[in-house]
């Protein structure tokens, strides 16, 4: 379908009528619905016209996560991804992206590379896997994420799970973080928080404050 600023997406609807909406701009996630009730939250200020990455849904972080010897966050979600499969069951629905090597990418980050990145949406659940594979004949090293922005209620949301976990809190020095432990069953959010949690668990409860628990 044709997007925001005449973009193509995908849409990808399971059959008990959840969806999911896909750039191929980024790769990039930007509404998840269930019964109705988008679950992703995109900025009022995000861009669509491919001189920024979209800022909002579920953006990709690769080669690299945050700041280093490329551009923030690499440029994954920069690129244009391209479909290479898709899947419908009884049950679900499934689309698989691809991302490859060009010139853009290779005048920062000098690799062959392919990124299979595989998106599952069934009745009330979403999921993604991404998979990299050198395609160089060189070693590289990479780190990636995805940079999800879930719709919430700042004064109600809360997770649950990080109990027990180190923390480098970097409010208010991030380059001089304070270490610590978590020791509350919900994490709240009173005001600006900037914290890293170590060996968390596979699994969290996110409580968005507006009903839902994700």
Not at 51 to 56: D, L, Q, R
């Amino acid at each position: 379908a044709e997007g925001e600023g005449n973009l193509p997406k995908l849409v990808l609807t399971s059959p008990q009528n959840s969806e999911a909406e896909i750039y191929l701009f980024g790769g990039c996630i930007t509404s998840w619905k269930v019964a109705g009730k988008d679950l992703l939250f995109v900025r009022p200020d995000a861009v669509f016209n491919k001189i920024k990455p979209i800022s909002g849904g579920i953006p990709h972080c690769f080669p690299q996560f945050g700041p280093g010897e490329i551009q923030q966050h690499g440029f994954g979600r920069n690129m244009d991804w391209s479909v290479v499969d898709s899947e419908n069951a009884d049950d679900s629905a499934a689309v698989t992206l691809v991302l490859k090597d060009g010139p853009y990418s290779r005048a920062m980050w000098d690799f062959g590379f392919q990124a299979l990145y595989k998106v599952i949406i069934g009745a009330d659940c979403l999921s993604t896997e991404l998979k990299i594979t050198n395609t160089d004949n060189k070693a590289f090293s990479f780190s990636t994420a995805l940079h999800t922005y879930f719709r919430a209620s700042v004064t109600g949301a809360s997770v649950r799970g990080l109990k027990g976990c180190k923390t480098l809190n970097k409010d208010p020095d991030p380059k001089n973080p304070i270490e610590g432990k978590e020791d509350r069953d919900a994490v709240t959010f009173p005001g600006f928080v900037d914290c890293v949690y170590l060996d968390a668990p596979n699994e969290l409860q996110f409580d968005n404050g507006l009903g839902d628990k994700i």
